[in-house]
């Protein structure tokens, strides 16, 4: 069964920066896509940015140019630092990782909260 470890949400003030970390396990393959989502309250889950296993990302507009997202293949990890970050970014954060065939696989989420 697949695991997913996230860890480094927290309190920052805006301007602030934070890294996100999400280690999968239980799986002897690689998984194919990695991902952050986000929900802030009363809204919809977003998509916030992704990348393949060749290196491909894929951003949300909104954080164009301040967040930027990694991955380690051999630990099975995707990073995700977010600069410049701004009140509107706070929300809980969601890794997700899809491998080549279904299911997809989310994390139990880890809340960022930008306020002064």
């Known amino acids: 069964q697949v695991q997913l470890v996230e860890s480094g949400g927290g309190l920052v003030q805006p301007g602030g920066s934070l890294r996100l970390s999400c280690a999968a396990s239980?799986?002897?393959?690689?998984?194919?896509?990695m991902g952050w989502y986000r929900q802030a309250p009363g809204k919809q889950r977003e998509l916030v940015a992704t990348?393949?296993?060749?290196?491909?990302?894929n951003y949300a507009y909104s954080v164009k140019g301040r967040f930027t997202i990694s991955r380690d293949n051999a630990k099975n990890t995707v990073y995700l630092q977010m600069n410049s970050l701004k009140p509107e970014d706070t929300a809980v954060y969601y890794c997700?990782?899809?491998?080549?065939?279904?299911?997809?696989?989310w994390g139990q989420g880890t809340q960022v909260t930008v306020s002064s």
């Open positions: 990348i393949t296993n060749g290196g491909t990302t």
């Open positions: 239980g799986s002897i393959f690689s998984p194919n896509v």
């Open positions: 997700k990782v899809e491998y080549y065939w279904p299911p997809d696989y």
